[in-house]
């Protein structure tokens, strides 16, 4: 009864507490739960995602850590124990995590093996938000909260009435150290664990305060407790420190860490400094409201609000910032070179995934954040010779592509301008015709075929060839447009713009679809447009085909025209679940996310053909798209623990819902102009930062009225299947009449159609 009466004081105070944070509006982060996502499994993923306790774009996040460590799966939904509170990194469970240590209380005896001081939890006990989480451990009778800033927390534990109160830091294995500074109230150490990706001699340095004595100090060496002993350096370090308490005494906390050293670690922590838990919290509150203010919705259902915030949340968590601040100048820690070199530093993404409509939402929203994140991707080119394709934190094997070309173009053409544009230049250039000499998916492997060929032939011991040209293709468009832009003359944009069109060379005239050719210009055979994997990359022939995001209209060409393109999209949705796996030899998990979601070979769950709904706007049937984007918004998004479809992928996932929310998508980033969906809420006001807004209304809005019957922008009627970066920079007043029934006549004309690059061609002729 002491115990229920204790817990439930601390969870009175806290629901108070927390009450102050808000006050009495209900604002942007309240819509958010950080819990979407989290009812994953190695077999299927609804998001694959964790409750990520941290700032926007923060250097380090904090997770209540329900797997074993070293585990992908750091928190799922349906665990029922906590066994510890993680510092992370972690961008996806597939590449796993670095630099982490973790806390956690503990009552009754020393103990650090993480299985036997694991301790029993409740959702129903648990407050999971973006800048505040709370956990009750029933095992231990011990409340534990969390407050981040972006390379620190300050963490508050609640206590019972005991003489044997403990806090254990585990710094994990393959090489880790510990000191205990009692007189200092302090532990400082390092952890070096993780999954590739960094250089020699990497470490994350720690510095944890507490605010009460020490009554008792250990150090752990192989599991073995070592009472007194205060430093240790071994494969598998941890320190447990000890007070004695009184009931519902609350001990105070204090953790940073920096990449650059322990002496930055000390710096890092000045991020709280002298503020308490309930300032810093507040001061977090402020900090999201801040950035998912950017975007002010109304609409009449809450579970439509909590999605949509959700969602933000995760689309600007990454790429996470891998800078720090020395004597008031950013500097970072290189994942590339093992140097501290001056300016910022971004990580923790895949551009195979990102590039589609992530970073196009931050060039829109927050363009500031990106042109930070340029000039990182600057200093990764000066540091390791390319850029990134997918880093955590340095370059990492995962993928195919080149599109960080997209990525640095598509932020040229919107505006996002930094002093490093001619270092970008170079970057994009280099990428194009070499290969990094470890990590194969880094520049273009193939690339000696490509620009020889055309393509990535089928035959040449290259996997996912198809998948490689077609996006090879696409990032030859960026570069030549991102080439223009900077004033390049036509002489050294020549080979970009015969090379954009490439795409055609994989498309096969007798299916109508993209199919692998070899060497000799012969397609393969035998040929399973059902296949996954081969010679694409997580999907099939009918997921890739659609990936010509810079030429819809030379695709529609190749078909036949408009009928037999918007025949064989129809196709997608109308053919069965079916697939064939052998490339695999089982049933991944992208696949399976596919098959259980009821719209036939449409594998929204993952990236390729997410943009594919919108292509309709490009063939003459804009409402099949206004119908397919309100269809995909209702049944796949929800703010649930099982809210996603597939894996969330570092805000890709997202940002898709956020767009395509607002009516609006970015199907071929590095152009501007965004594709036409259907708009999912009453009114949103986007503010943006250049101080102008965005209003976007829909008139008759409803869950049975997907269709646009008109459209007027700025008061004039708007016929357009698209809007163009340069009105919405502008400010704009937006108003959709939305319908029950599809309007057949409004955005069926030719040039109603968005961008293609063969009209583009083909009106400079």
């Not at 597939?94 to 020393?110: C, E, H, K, Q």
């Not at 300016?343 to 500031?368: A, I, Q, V």
């Not at 030379?554 to 679940?577: E, K, Y």
């Amino acid at each position: 009864m002491n115990k229920l009466r204790t817990l439930c004081t601390v969870l009175l105070s806290a629901g108070m507490a927390m009450m102050a944070y808000a006050g009495s509006k209900t604002e942007p982060v309240d819509y958010v739960s950080t819990l979407v996502g989290t009812a994953s499994s190695y077999e299927i993923s609804t998001g694959n995602t964790y409750p990520a306790i941290a700032m926007p774009w923060g250097m380090n996040f904090w997770v209540p850590q329900t797997g074993k460590n070293g585990d992908g799966w750091t928190y799922t939904y349906s665990a029922n124990k906590i066994r510890g509170f993680k510092q992370t990194h972690q961008p996806s469970p597939w590449i796993n995590d670095y630099g982490m240590f973790s806390l956690m209380p503990v009552t009754g005896r020393a103990i650090f093996d993480e299985e036997q001081r694991a301790s029993w939890f409740s959702h129903k006990a648990e407050k999971a938000l973006p800048y505040y989480y709370r956990a009750y451990l029933a095992d231990y009778d011990v409340v534990t909260e969390i407050a981040p800033t972006e390379r620190a927390a300050s963490f508050r534990f609640t206590f019972p009435e005991t003489d044997s109160a403990f806090v254990v830091v585990d710094a994990y294995h393959n090489g880790s150290y510990v000191k205990i500074l009692p007189q200092e109230r302090k532990i400082v150490g390092y952890t070096t664990f993780n999954h590739g990706g960094v250089p020699e001699g990497f470490r994350n340095y720690f510095v944890i305060t507490f605010d009460k004595d020490f009554t008792y100090t250990a150090t752990v060496d192989k599991g073995v407790i070592s009472r007194g002993i205060a430093e240790t350096a071994n494969d598998h370090a941890g320190a447990i420190i000890g007070f004695k308490t009184r009931k519902g005494e609350v001990v105070n906390a204090r953790v940073a860490s920096s990449f650059i050293s322990a002496e930055q670690a000390e710096v890092n922590l000045g991020e709280i400094g002298n503020r308490s838990f309930d300032d810093v919290c507040k001061a977090g509150r402020q900090r999201w409201n801040e950035v998912l203010g950017r975007v002010e919705v109304k609409d009449q259902s809450l579970d439509h609000l909590r999605t949509f915030y959700s969602c933000l949340y995760r689309s600007v968590l990454f790429p996470r910032a891998f800078w720090e601040v020395v004597d008031g100048q950013p500097m970072h820690y290189s994942p590339y070179n093992g140097k501290v070199e001056k300016g910022y530093m971004y990580t923790d993404t895949g551009f195979w995934d990102t590039f589609r409509s992530l970073f196009p939402l931050l060039n829109l929203l927050y363009p500031s954040e990106n042109a930070k994140m340029q000039e990182g991707l600057a200093n990764a080119y000066r540091e390791s010779g390319f850029l990134p394709e997918w880093a955590s934190p340095g370059h990492r094997g995962c993928m195919v592509g080149n599109n960080s070309a997209s990525v640095v173009a598509d932020a040229i053409i919107k505006g996002v301008r930094t002093a490093d544009a001619e270092t970008l230049w170079q970057a994009v250039v280099h990428g194009t015709q070499a290969v990094h000499p470890e990590i194969s998916s880094t520049g273009r492997l193939g690339h000696e075929y490509y620009n020889k060929l055309g393509y990535v032939p089928y035959d040449v011991n290259i996997k996912e060839n198809v998948a490689r040209t077609l996006e090879y293709a696409y990032d030859d468009w960026c570069i030549y447009q991102m080439g223009k832009a900077l004033g390049k003359k036509d002489k050294e944009l020549r080979p970009f713009k015969l090379r954009a069109m490439n795409y055609r060379k994989v498309f096969d005239p007798e299916t109508r679809l993209m199919r692998g050719k070899l060497k000799n210009g012969e397609f393969q055979a035998p040929f399973n447009p059902l296949k996954w994997g081969d010679a694409f990359t997580e999907g099939n022939s009918w997921h890739y085909t659609w990936s010509v995001f810079h030429d819809p209209q030379g695709l529609i060409d190749l078909m036949g025209g408009n009928a037999t393109f918007n025949q064989m999209m129809d196709s997608v949705f109308t053919v069965p679940p079916v697939f064939d796996d052998s490339y695999y030899g089982f049933v991944i998990h992208e696949i399976r996310e596919m098959q259980v979601m009821n719209m036939g070979n449409y594998a929204h769950g993952n990236q390729p053909i997410q943009h594919m709904i919108y292509l309709y706007n490009y063939s003459g049937q804009p409402w099949k798209a206004q119908q397919r984007v309100r269809e995909v918004m209702d049944r796949f998004y929800t703010p649930n623990p099982d809210g996603y479809c597939g894996d969330e992928d570092n805000g890709q996932t997202s940002a898709w819902y956020v767009f395509s929310a607002l009516g609006f998508y970015p199907v071929c980033p590095a152009s501007d102009q965004y594709v036409l969906g259907t708009p999912y809420f009453d009114s949103v006001t986007l503010n943006l930062e250049n101080g102008r807004k965005v209003t976007i209304n829909a008139h008759g809005n409803g869950a049975d009225a997907p269709y646009i019957s008109s459209m007027r922008i700025n008061g004039s009627d708007y016929t357009r299947n698209y809007i163009d970066h340069a009105t919405l920079m502008g400010g704009a007043n937006i108003d959709f009449s939305l319908s029950q029934k599809p309007n057949y006549q409004r955005g069926t004309s030719a040039n109603d159609a968005p961008y293609s690059f063969s009209r583009e061609l083909k009106n400079k002729k």
